[in-house]
């Protein structure tokens, strides 16, 4: 028979609450017959019945034994039966009495209280004798129920009921350290001096370290054979975190930088930290290509394993707008969106009648060229580009002073109306405006609208009823050909024309003479680097002619030149340009020489000896629109550059 009670703990004192359940049970299946009644023996829970004494009457006893049941002051039993095989026959009082009894179908109960007389019960103490009538023959048991209790003066006792006796036990509590670091088996109330196998079991992400009791190492290993003290007992299960690996990256590398790579301990905090790059933002946080977080600053506790982290940046868009200045004066291209250091190209496009001045970022001038070319700053960027109207300047001459007078010309802006006037002078006659040797016009009030600079000249000549051409030049040169024009009265159609290789401004031989009815004659056999010289007359009504015009020189010396030959180190700038040039040398000498500057046809413009430096600054001012050729003689050594002036 085993009886088994058990009390929870209480508050700090660790008071049993409730009497576990205890069962008394006549173990080995005693069997007791009315003709073989015999007074029964305990001895290891086992009863035998002895058949030479043959008794109706069992008689139970119930014992107490143990240091804690020095001051009992109470007890409740409850206590199953087979009413049909016993008859509960009383309690019969030894160490305490006015035990009351009451049996409610199969459960007796038995209720003692006298806390102002407690019984010391620590030696072998017979407390009752339960008595029972055997009704039947057949196995029987008494089974202890749920809600027996001891009671004395450390509260209610746990119990365990072996052979007849009420020992007292002791508790063993296990704590798991920490408290998720895992599990353990073992705990429970046990007699002093009982074998008890203990487990701890660790969770994932954790290692068993150590059993502890009262802080002193009692065992290193997850299985622990202990052995029940006199008293009750404190373990502690010690298990400790794994450590793991955190590594950070971010993506793309450029995007941004990361921090919070470490070791960490299974179940700690980590906090990793993902910092975009200028002209990135921050976008997740993933591993193994799926987010875990959206936010830069990203906190979580530590898993069973090593972690490789992600920071993904992108690259933010930036909005470049441009607009014209005025919106009527040009247009632009190169506005969208970019990336933070993403090479732009911003165009302006004057309008007809506009130029292009400069782009503005707000009032700060950032560039004077039309093609602007830029990193995009890490933020929106507004451009504009500033364009005026064009102002022209109509330059207006006569062929001669003295032969008449002009007006009209100044500046213009585009677009404007111009209106020119030649008179001539008394005795003089006007013939055309020109512009670059050929005719514009034979009214000598010309309208236009301003679109260009222009230089135009007014040709006016002596009265004449067959006037000789004016004005004459070349145009188209190359070394084989080129094409003569000449300015003549309107009403003149017929023109002969004498050219041929030229000496010193004269015909050198025969010559040829062609007569054509349009005022230029197309060359197409001329010789490279030769010299020519062309002369023109009218004819005029009633078979007048006039007389030949003055001659006009040209030359294929210099048709096709580079703007510097090899070995010449010479150079002019600017080139294009207009106005003031500056004609310069690498090397740093003084020579006397001569500049001279001709045509393309040859014609020399002009010529100065002088003291030639390292740079020499020339006022071409009086030179028209056009190329010309620069030499420079020095000794025995001359050098050539070609130089176009524009308007």
């Not at 049996?103 to 009752?128: A, D, H, I």
């Amino acid at each position: 028979m085993q009886i088994f009670f058990r009390m929870h703990q209480t508050n700090l004192f660790r008071f049993y609450l409730n009497l576990f359940i205890a069962t008394l049970s006549l173990l080995g299946n005693v069997a007791v017959s009315q003709q073989n009644f015999g007074s029964i023996v305990s001895k290891n829970n086992e009863y035998s019945i002895d058949s030479q004494n043959i008794v109706s009457t069992i008689s139970v006893p119930l014992k107490m034994q143990g240091v804690g049941f020095f001051s009992i002051s109470s007890f409740s039993f409850y206590i199953g039966f087979d009413p049909s095989k016993l008859q509960f026959a009383g309690v019969e009082p030894v160490a305490v009495s006015n035990v009351s009894s009451n049996v409610s179908g199969n459960l007796l109960s038995l209720q003692w209280s006298n806390p102002g007389n407690p019984v010391n019960m620590t030696s072998n103490t017979l407390v009752v004798n339960i008595l029972f009538n055997r009704i039947a023959i057949g196995d029987v048991s008494l089974i202890f129920q749920p809600g027996s209790k001891v009671g004395g003066s450390q509260g209610l006792l746990p119990v365990n009921y072996t052979n007849t006796v009420l020992l007292q036990t002791w508790d063993l509590s296990i704590e798991n350290v920490p408290s998720n670091g895992g599990t353990s088996t073992g705990a429970g109330n046990y007699l002093p001096g009982q074998l008890i196998q203990l487990q701890a079991t660790p969770e994932p992400g954790f290692l068993f370290s150590s059993w502890t009791q009262n802080g002193q190492n009692i065992g290193s290993g997850p299985n622990l054979a202990f052995i029940m003290p006199n008293s009750h007992a404190s373990l502690q299960a010690n298990f400790t975190p794994k450590s793991y690996q955190v590594l950070t990256h971010p993506l793309p590398t450029q995007g941004g930088s990361t921090n919070g790579s470490g070791i960490y301990n299974y179940g700690q905090t980590v906090t990793v930290q993902a910092v975009p790059a200028l002209g990135y933002s921050f976008s997740k946080w993933t591993i193994n290509g799926v987010q875990v977080s959206s936010l830069p600053s990203y906190s979580f506790q530590m898993p069973d394993s090593d972690l490789d982290l992600w920071a993904n940046f992108e690259l933010i868009n930036y909005n470049l707008s441009l607009n014209a200045n005025p919106p009527t004066g040009g247009s632009v291209t190169g506005g969208g969106n970019y990336h933070y250091n993403q090479t732009v190209v911003a165009t302006a496009i004057p309008a007809t009648g506009f130029h292009f001045v400069n782009w503005t970022q707000g009032s700060t001038i950032v560039s004077d060229q039309p093609n602007y070319t830029f990193q995009m700053p890490a933020s929106d960027y507004q451009l504009t580009a500033r364009f005026l109207i064009n102002t022209y300047i109509i330059d207006i001459q006569t062929n001669q002073d003295d032969y008449g007078i002009v007006s009209g010309g100044g500046s213009f802006t585009h677009g404007s109306p111009v209106s020119l006037q030649a008179v001539p002078n008394e005795g003089y006659e006007f013939v055309a405006w020109t512009e670059n040797n050929q005719v514009v016009s034979y009214e000598s009030n010309y309208s236009f609208i301003a679109e260009a600079n222009r230089s135009l000249t007014a040709i006016f000549q002596l009265f004449s009823t067959c006037p000789p051409p004016l004005s004459l030049s070349i145009s188209e040169l190359s070394e084989y050909t080129s094409t003569l024009r000449w300015v003549s009265a309107v009403q003149i159609s017929d023109w002969k024309v004498w050219w041929g290789r030229a000496l010193e401004d004269t015909i050198a031989g025969e010559g040829v003479i062609v007569e054509v009815d349009t005022n230029l004659l197309v060359l197409d056999t001329l010789s490279p680097q030769t010299s020519y010289i062309f002369y023109v007359k009218s004819y005029c009504i009633e078979n007048q002619e006039s007389v030949w015009s003055e001659g006009f020189s040209f030359s294929t010396h210099y048709v096709g030149i580079n703007q510097k030959f090899h070995e010449n180190q010479w150079s002019i700038s600017p080139n294009p340009g207009k106005g003031v040039f500056t004609l310069s040398h690498p090397e740093n000498h003084v020579f006397d020489g001569q500049i001279q500057i001709h045509d393309m046809s040859g014609k020399l413009m002009t010529a100065e000896s002088r003291q030639i430096h390292p740079e020499n600054l020339l006022d071409l001012h009086f030179l028209t629109p056009g190329f010309y050729v620069i030499k420079l003689l020095a000794k025995d050594k001359s050098y050539s550059i070609k130089l176009l002036i524009i308007m």
